[in-house]
């Protein structure tokens, strides 16, 4: 290969990881994008999967509420006063509370820009390769190939923590 090849191959890879990266951020808004659907999704109790199910429901509770009726009839409680059983429909599901919707809110943006870092991490190393590999066919003496090789790993200086270990203070 030549030394116009390489340098061609390595601003080829430079130009590949910063399109790759720039499509990474892409995912990441499409990803948050689904999430927020989800979130906002409202699923009516008249919908075709539900209808049924629904139906039966409110007959269920309006035999109830019948009951409750009579109850409240036989101990003289007026009609306009007594309790009522009503069945309601939450279209939402937890999705209704502002809360919750924040808090999933608040993990999905962390875990897009958790995967986003990653991949843009993947996207570089596997540049890197590339223009190592390249730099390093190149290279015509053995002292010139062992200093590609100082470079530690992140996994070495970075070893996995032990959660006893730092309880303990080690």
Not at 1 to 8: A, L, Y
Not at 45 to 52: G, I, L
Not at 107 to 116: C, G, I, K, N, P
Request: with cysteine; glycine share 6%.
């Amino acid at each position: 290969m030549t030394k116009g090849d390489r340098e061609e191959l390595k601003s080829l890879t430079r130009q590949r990881a910063r399109v790759a990266k720039g499509g990474a951020e892409a995912r990441a808004a499409a990803v948050l994008a689904d999430v927020e659907d989800q979130l906002s999704a409202v699923y009516k109790a008249d919908h075709e999967a539900f209808r049924d199910l629904s139906a039966h429901a409110d007959q269920k509770v309006a035999a109830l509420d019948a009951e409750l009726a009579e109850r409240c009839r036989q101990m003289g409680i007026p009609d306009d006063f007594r309790p009522r059983l009503t069945c309601g429909w939450w279209g939402r599901g937890e999705n209704g509370a502002n809360a919750r919707r924040v808090e999933l809110r608040k993990v999905a943006e962390r875990r897009v820009q958790a995967d986003s870092r990653a991949a843009k991490l993947a996207i570089d190393q596997a540049a890197l390769e590339v223009l190592t590999e390249l730099t390093a066919a190149a290279l015509t003496t053995d002292d010139a190939r062992a200093f590609l090789a100082k470079l530690p790993t992140v996994a070495e200086l970075m070893p996995t923590l032990n959660v006893r270990e730092l309880e303990s203070g080690r």
